[in-house]
């Protein structure tokens, strides 16, 4: 994707502040989608991720400054209220229950 593209894709995406539904779980080998969607969020600031990591991540795809950089002047989105609150312990997630067919 070009550069500016790319810029005004992230001006979108820091309005869902790193949160998204995932239907398809490719880490599990699912060749198709299984089970149930969850809500899984990104690394939004520094510091979340831990360093081993980022660093085999710069390795593969190289550093990351330069693409920080360059989104430095994208605003931060409002917070809305609840938001983030999975760090007080109030998470969101779908549950799968079975329910019987009525009697007709």
């Not at 060749?31 to 990104?42: D, E, F, S, T």
């Amino acid at each position: 994707m070009a550069d500016a593209a790319e810029k005004d894709l992230m001006k979108v995406l820091i309005g869902t502040y790193g949160k998204t539904w995932h239907t398809w779980q490719l880490d599990r080998g699912d060749k198709l989608p299984m089970g149930i969607p969850q809500l899984m969020m990104a690394f939004t600031a520094d510091g979340q991720a831990k360093a081993n990591i980022v660093a085999e991540r710069d390795k593969l795809y190289g550093p990351s400054a330069a693409k920080k950089t360059a989104r430095a002047d994208i605003a931060d989105a409002k917070l809305e209220s609840g938001a983030d609150g999975w760090q007080k312990g109030a998470s969101v997630q779908l549950d799968l229950k079975t329910v019987q067919a009525a009697a007709q």
